[in-house]
């Protein structure tokens, strides 16, 4: 399970990611200016064109969006030279597959990048020239400007995090005067321009199942349908394919295309659906791309710092030049045993939040600093979780037989390339490899500590503020902590691992706590928890690592190793408050992120958040409330009583996070996904604060992060200015890694 702490909303909200269904190769190479768009292109209204009043506000770009640079110049310049060469090739690597995010996101994202770059370039990265040029107001030049920023931040036009399309604040004709500022980008627009302000019909305008919503995952595919894509992911499981690093294409005689990620071309091996269609493997999908990435990564192979980081990079180069995912699982093994390196590292098809089926992945990569300092209170945790784990409320029957007790680090970033940033991470995600050798956690400290001074505080009570914003960090911190390690990193599946084998008693089966009877459920063998928990697994996992935070940050002994006694300037019941109360204001903003019509969640993470929100509340005595005295909810506000943590919120976690994990354990995915459903229901009571969430919501945080160039064997860094320029910049640094504008 690649669980990551990722991308905070605001504040708080991690990346973690449930152990994906399989992992299959991707295939054929997908050029997203040829592919049609699921959905028929509707022709822009004429009031779209005059002016974005038509459009619904929630699709709007940002406005004013906080950038932050990730600080990383003073941890780079105390690494060794040959430390830096490695960490040099890794984030080269990890740029090179710039444009696989962007064909994983929409099929005009990659062009659209173009663009955006091809303008940057064409006037220096100095926009003040567009005004004149291209007879544009200041104010529409600004609005350019931040969508572009927006697109680069997000390496698409979907936000990374809520997987919502954005639009631009300026008129189609407008843009189209920008455009025309050089041919170059004047053609790449001609041919997407509809689809960048394209908003009906609505389902267009999340990410999930065509052909209603939108889904790269599934390029040229005009008539596939959700049913079709279920029965292509049975036709894998059943014959133990991965498909991680794959595409699936619908042909026009409804057979399929398995298109694998990989430097080679060529067709593989051909499977048959269970009414008799064909899927074929076509190898070379990003072919130029992983070719590069390969190449740099065999560069970091020969700068590698010890044998086992060697042999990692040896099977990373395997698998993206052959498609091989048991090549990538091999490299995850040799990542395991890599234990304290100095420089840390990770790259490929590792998330799948949003493929709709939750199998395939999108595609990240990324080399950090260590810090020592902060590092040493993650490995306290780490040498404690054996005491910890047991206090969750479980039996040992649905615990591992062993603990292994996995690296804990604190990093500080120097590139993450994909199409968010998260706070911490928990991987690998392949379960067998998390069974037996166990996994990483990491902390993202210069991502944990990018602050924004003009970000507002919601929903806090007067007299909480100061606290709130005082703790907020230890806060989270200890939730992130917690969440990765003894969240992700506990639990066992009941399984059939190969035929008649069981990890379990098969003839006494466990009892369970839910209702006092043996466990009838268990998962097949070719099983996965991603498999058989389908779209639902990433949220209901994060939901439960969750729930582990807050079942084990009341206790005292966890407390004082993060640092946190009655005698500490952070007092250990202050943070365990703001935790409490930082988590219910989470599942308040997590509304932003349901959809009213569809009534469909489009986060993992906020989904979650939410749930817990909708935990504490029905916890009794009125231990949360949300509160409001005005028509308008204009002055809602969360109340939680500090003094019933333990004896009315800690009970009400306790049962909730008791049957996330019994379900999850014993592949009960009727009794899961029922209570989950219910759990992230959104009553008409809490539907009516939802306006005043939007009214309130804040842009998220953009990252500038930095570049290094290799010359005559020096490496050097080049940090940016934490501004939109800065941002931009960063990205025109990177044409050569990431190549010249695709002609469209």
Excluded at 88 to 110: C, D, M, N, W
Excluded at 299 to 318: I, P
Excluded at 435 to 464: C, H, Q, W, Y
Excluded at 645 to 668: C, F, N, T, W
Aim: glycine fraction near 6%; hydrophobic fraction near 35%.
């Amino acid at each position: 399970m690649h669980v990551l702490a990722r991308r905070v909303a605001g504040q708080l909200v991690f990346n973690t990611k449930p152990s994906p269904l399989l992992r299959i190769p991707r295939i054929s190479r997908f050029q997203p200016h040829n592919c049609s768009p699921y959905l028929p292109l509707q022709r822009l209204t004429t009031h779209l064109r005059y002016q974005n009043m038509s459009v619904p506000s929630h699709l709007l770009a940002d406005e004013k969006a906080p950038v932050c640079r990730l600080e990383i110049q003073p941890h780079f310049d105390n690494l060794s030279a040959k430390e830096k060469l490695y960490a040099h090739h890794i984030s080269k690597a990890s740029f090179a597959g710039t444009r696989v995010v962007l064909r994983q996101v929409s099929p005009e994202s990659e062009p659209l990048f173009d663009l955006i770059l091809t303008v940057a370039r064409h006037v220096g990265n100095d926009f003040s020239k567009i005004v004149e040029a291209c007879s544009v107001t200041e104010d529409e030049k600004e609005k350019f400007v931040e969508f572009g920023s927006q697109v680069l931040a997000n390496l698409g036009n979907y936000k990374s995090f809520g997987d919502q399309k954005f639009v631009p604040r300026i008129p189609v004709e407008t843009f189209t005067k920008i455009a025309s500022i050089t041919p170059e980008a004047a053609k790449i627009w001609e041919g997407i321009k509809e689809q960048v302000y394209q908003i009906t019909p609505e389902g267009i305008t999340l990410l999930g199942y065509p052909p209603e919503h939108m889904s790269a995952y599934y390029p040229d595919s005009p008539a596939i349908t959700k049913a079709d894509i279920e029965t292509c992911g049975e036709t894998f499981v059943s014959n133990g394919v991965l498909v991680e690093h794959t595409r699936l294409k619908q042909l026009k005689d409804g057979n399929f295309e398995m298109l694998v990620a990989s430097e080679k071309t060529g067709e593989g091996s051909t499977y048959e659906t269970k009414d008799g269609r064909k899927i074929t493997t076509v190898y070379g999908d990003h072919s130029e791309e992983m070719k590069v990435m390969a190449d740099e990564l065999d560069g970091a192979r020969k700068s590698a710092l010890n044998d086992t980081q060697e042999k990692m990079m040896e099977e990373y180069v395997k698998s993206f030049r052959e498609g091989s995912l048991e090549a990538h699982k091999e490299s995850q093994r040799y990542w395991i045993k890599d234990i304290g390196p100095t420089i840390e590292t990770n790259i490929g098809f590792i998330e799948t939040y949003r493929d709709p089926a939750g199998t395939k992945a999108y595609f990240e990569g990324w080399v950090a600093v260590v810090n020592k300092e902060r590092t040493k209170v993650f490995g306290k945790l780490v040498e404690r979780a054996g005491d910890f784990i047991p206090k969750l409320p479980w039996s040992k029957e649905f615990e591992k037989d062993k603990f292994q007790k996995p690296d804990f680090t604190s990093l500080e970033v120097l590139t993450f390339n994909s199409d968010g940033i998260p706070a911490g991470i928990n991987i690998p995600n392949y379960d067998d490899i998390r069974m037996t050798l166990g996994f990483k956690n990491v902390s993202l400290g210069n991502v944990l500590n990018a602050k924004s001074p003009s970000e507002r505080v919601t929903f806090i009570d007067g007299k909480d503020l100061s606290l709130f914003e005082r703790l907020r960090g230890p806060a989270f911190e200890l939730q992130v902590g917690l969440h990765e390690l003894l969240g992700h990193g506990s639990g066992k599946l009941l399984q059939e691992t190969e035929k008649g084998v069981f990890n379990f008693d098969k003839e006494n089966p466990p009892i369970s706590p839910l209702d006092g009877k043996p466990v009838s459920t268990y998962y097949k063998v070719g099983e996965t928890w991603g498999s058989v928990f389908g779209a639902t697994a990433a949220s209901y996992e994060e939901c439960r690592a969750e729930c582990v935070a807050m079942y084990l940050c009341p206790d005292r002994e966890i407390l004082e190793v993060f640092g946190h006694t009655d005698d500490t300037e952070a007092a250990a019941e202050d943070v365990l408050y703001i935790s409490y109360l930082q988590m219910a204001r989470a599942g308040l903003l997590a509304l932003e992120f349901w959809d009213p019509k569809t009534k469909k969640w489009g986060q993992a993470h906020m989904r979650a958040r939410y749930s817990i929100l909708q935990c504490f509340l029905s916890a009794p005595d009125n231990f949360v409330s949300l509160d409001s005295t005005t028509s308008d909810h204009s002055d809602l506000t969360i109340h939680l009583d500090r003094s019933k943590i333990r004896s009315h919120g800690l009970k009400a976690v306790e049962k909730y996070l008791q049957e996330l994990h019994i379900y999850k354990a014993s592949a009960d995915v009727k009794g899961g996904v029922a209570l989950y459903d219910k759990m992230t229901s959104v009553s008409d009571t809490m539907a009516k604060f939802r306006d005043v969430v939007m009214s309130k919501k804040q842009p998220r945080k953009q990252f500038v992060q930095a570049n290094t160039t290799l010359s005559e064997g020096e490496v050097t860094i080049k940090e940016y200015e934490a501004t939109q320029q800065g941002l931009i910049q960063s990205w025109l640094d990177r044409e050569e890694i990431v190549g010249a504008a695709k002609q469209y």
